[in-house]
């Protein structure tokens, strides 16, 4: 992993290569722990995660299948339903201590969602905003899902985060149906046309994410 961006406190680091979901649950939980603030920027192989709020038909398929595929399933005590999570995306995971900062749990979730619209609109020209119905970021134009939210905060120390679809197949989504909804109502980046110089602009965006976040933290 590559740290990047080091202010007020909170290493940021950039991972090369996949990271599995496993060795993620075993980092924040020592995180958590240890109270060890980070904001961690990186992609999965293909996984299905369930929150607190799953609901059992909302798996489109028997976990059997899922192995079969090659894909993994893991209940979580984060928010939110069904998720799915594959390469392609960009994954973000916040580690940050709200009772040290003196920052609320709503406070935090709007920080998270307004440096989620400035990035991607100062990245890709995408204009994103949020659907009081559901949650995550959906295009403005064609009311389409592209980034999945879901926060634990536990002692008041957060973890997990978000994932943007980027260049991924959204074949995952398939298996579900993500948060409730329908599959086809997820996009990527690359179904927008958006997928030209990914690898930089991946980069760019965390960037501009990152520094946009740490101008509003405490």
């Not at 592209?146 to 298996?175: D, H, M, Q, V, W």
Request: glycine share 8%.
């Amino acid at each position: 992993m590559q740290k990047f961006l080091h202010q007020k406190g909170l290493p940021s680091y950039l991972f090369p290569s996949i990271v599995s979901y496993q060795r993620y649950l075993d980092f924040q939980e020592n995180a958590r722990k240890n109270r060890r603030e980070s904001m961690l920027f990186l992609e999965h192989s293909p996984c299905l995660t369930g929150g607190i709020g799953a609901k059992a038909e909302n798996l489109l398929v028997p976990e059997v299948r899922l192995t079969e595929l090659g894909v993994d399933f893991v209940s979580l005590p984060r928010g939110g339903d069904f998720t799915a999570h594959e390469p392609g995306q960009i994954v973000g995971y916040l580690h940050i201590d709200l009772k040290k900062r003196g920052l609320s749990l709503g406070d935090f979730l709007r920080n998270l969602n307004e440096s989620l619209v400035v990035a991607v609109k100062d990245t890709w020209g995408l204009e994103v905003e949020e659907n009081p119905k559901s949650p995550g970021l959906y295009t403005k134009d064609s009311k389409k899902k592209l980034i999945s939210e879901g926060i634990y905060a536990k002692s008041y120390f957060t973890s997990f985060g978000f994932a943007l679809n980027g260049i991924n197949s959204l074949f995952t989504f398939s298996l579900i149906n993500p948060c409730g909804a329908r599959s086809e109502d997820m996009v990527s980046l690359s179904a927008l046309g958006l997928s030209a110089g990914y690898p930089e602009k991946r980069k760019e965006f965390v960037f501009r994410f990152s520094k946009h976040f740490l101008s509003l933290l405490p």
